[in-house]
């Protein structure tokens, strides 16, 4: 079991940055592949980006691929998301995530075995 809390959220101007963090439980948090999701008002959650457990491989949607860099710092039990050059349609609640299946780098929702409790993002235009 692992719990994940996310911070760093808030109202920003479009075109100005954020930094997610998510921090997690437990002692074998080396062990989790980590995803970022977003629920936009009226839409569906989906996928925005994941890292491997070593943090060597990464994936992103291509609504966000080069803007958003995801990490991970597992000496501090801790995934971020670093989020640059945002847009108003980037306004939703980010989820951070882990997965059990420390092969594979998934990106449906579905992959995922916990979830944090979100953070608000709002980019104004």
């Known amino acids: 079991q692992v719990q994940l809390v996310e911070s760093g959220g808030g109202l920003v101007q479009a075109g100005g940055s954020l930094r997610l963090s998510c921090a997690a439980s437990?002692?074998?948090?080396?062990?989790?592949?980590m995803g970022w999701f977003r629920r936009a008002p009226g839409k569906e959650r989906e996928f925005v980006a994941a890292?491997?457990?070593?943090?060597?491989?990464?994936y992103y949607a291509d609504s966000v691929k080069g803007r958003f860099t995801i990490s991970r710092e597992n000496a501090k039990n801790t995934v971020y998301l670093q989020m640059n050059s945002l847009k108003p349609e980037d306004t939703a609640v980010y989820y951070c995530a882990a997965s059990k299946n420390w092969g594979r780098v998934g990106v449906t929702p579905s992959e995922y075995d916990y979830w944090g409790q979100g953070t608000q993002v709002t980019v104004s235009s």
């Open positions: 437990g002692r074998t948090f080396s062990r989790y592949t």
């Open positions: 890292i491997s457990v070593s943090g060597g491989t990464t």
